[in-house]
């Protein structure tokens, strides 16, 4: 595969010193802090990426990323976490039966406690995307974390609502996936793997099914995500590089967090695959100011925003903010070619003002 821009790169963050720091579970598990610092300040940001990606859609060399906006305006450290959903480590290509409980319950606090080693008692702010923030606001409202200074969460909160054709696909897919086709996860890649494997075959027939672009991989990830030609973002939103390069930014998905998301999709909010616990039942107790960030051509979480920032006003009214972006979708409000104009400076304010 010929790469304009090389696969998990560094080269979109300047002038910072880079480190790596990893981090182990209690259930078991390598993962990894990346730490970028210019100078030591009192508030520090620690980064959550979504299903399929990983840092890498923080740092993306292309345009002016997250990590550098943020070191540019003040923020003199910031951290990036790969959890066990990053496609920069390996379980997510495996017939794991991981769900989001194990990321609340595992991968954050882990990374906190490793992430407090290094900084100590400054203030810890939080970015979060997909169901990196849907995990995380598990892990924070279920009482396995806490201490957090703020919160953006982009697109879904506690509250996951998926157009009609995502429910129906989430009532049988992970089960056709994973026992009709063998298939223990699904990539966006398949279009590169050897002819007439069934990976290539799906990607060849979902291709067929959107006509809208001629990237494979970004036909697969409409397929595997939302409702929508495309479903994760708008396509005049990406620069031409970052839509080619879709299959690097967003990689392979086990299909079992499918099956987390459906329980919480029918259950109506948040809940404990395993024990049915709700993180919605006392929404109000957690001080924890939330900036809920989602486009208003978000196919994949919907109004999910909308109805979670109902449900904190009912219980704890004016702590928590709600921000729609026009013209944006699920995954554009970071990898978009304009984002550094029309989505991080409302970050950064937020950040600014729970900073005092």
């Known amino acids: 595969m010929n790469r304009e821009i090389p696969l998990y790169t560094l080269n979109g963050v300047r002038d910072a010193d880079v480190s790596v720091h990893p981090v182990t579970t209690t259930d078991g598990l390598g993962l990894n802090l990346t730490r970028f610092r210019r100078e030591t300040t009192d508030d520090v940001v620690l980064l959550v990426h979504g299903l399929t990606s990983s840092m890498d859609m923080f740092v993306m060399p292309e345009h002016r990323n997250l990590v550098t906006h943020l070191l540019d305006n003040g923020f003199g450290e910031v951290w990036a976490l790969d959890s066990r959903m990053s496609n920069r480590l390996p379980y997510n290509k495996s017939a794991h039966r991981f769900t989001l409980d194990d990321l609340a319950r595992h991968d954050y606090p882990a990374a906190l406690t490793e992430l407090r080693r290094h900084v100590g008692g400054r203030r810890i702010h939080v970015v979060a995307h997909c169901l990196g923030s849907v995990s995380f606001l598990m892990s924070l409202f279920g009482g396995s974390i806490g201490d957090i200074a703020s919160m953006v969460c982009n697109s879904v909160g506690l509250t996951p609502r998926v157009p009609l054709w995502s429910t129906v696909r989430l009532v049988a897919g992970p089960d056709v996936i994973e026992y009709g086709l063998n298939q223990p996860y699904l990539d966006p890649q398949w279009s590169s793997g050897p002819a007439f494997t069934t990976g290539w075959a799906v990607s060849k027939?979902?291709?067929?099914?959107?006509?809208?672009?001629?990237?494979?991989?970004?036909?697969?990830?409409?397929?595997?995500?939302?409702?929508?030609?495309?479903?994760?973002?708008?396509?005049?939103?990406?620069?031409?590089?970052?839509?080619?390069?879709?299959?690097?930014?967003?990689?392979?998905?086990?299909?079992?967090?499918?099956?987390?998301?459906?329980?919480?999709?029918?259950?109506?909010?948040a809940v404990a695959y395993d024990t049915g616990e709700d993180y919605t039942a006392d929404l109000g107790s957690v001080t924890t100011p939330l900036l809920l960030l989602t486009g208003t051509h978000n196919r994949v979480f919907i109004d999910s925003q909308?109805?979670?920032?109902?449900?904190?006003?009912?219980?704890a009214p004016g702590r928590h903010e709600l921000r729609a972006l026009p013209g944006y979708g699920h995954l554009d409000p970071f990898i978009g070619r304009h984002v550094d104009l029309e989505v991080f400076p409302h970050i950064v304010d937020f950040l600014k003002r729970a900073a005092g």
Request: charged fraction near 15%; glycine fraction near 6%; aromatic fraction near 8%.
């Open 306 to 315: 909308q109805v979670f920032h109902r449900r904190l006003e009912e219980a």
């Open 205 to 269: 027939l979902m291709s067929v099914l959107h006509p809208e672009c001629a990237v494979p991989a970004c036909h697969m990830l409409s397929a595997m995500w939302g409702s929508g030609w495309p479903a994760m973002y708008e396509h005049r939103n990406l620069l031409p590089v970052t839509h080619q390069r879709i299959g690097d930014i967003c990689q392979a998905s086990g299909v079992n967090y499918d099956r987390h998301v459906r329980k919480m999709i029918f259950a109506g909010h």
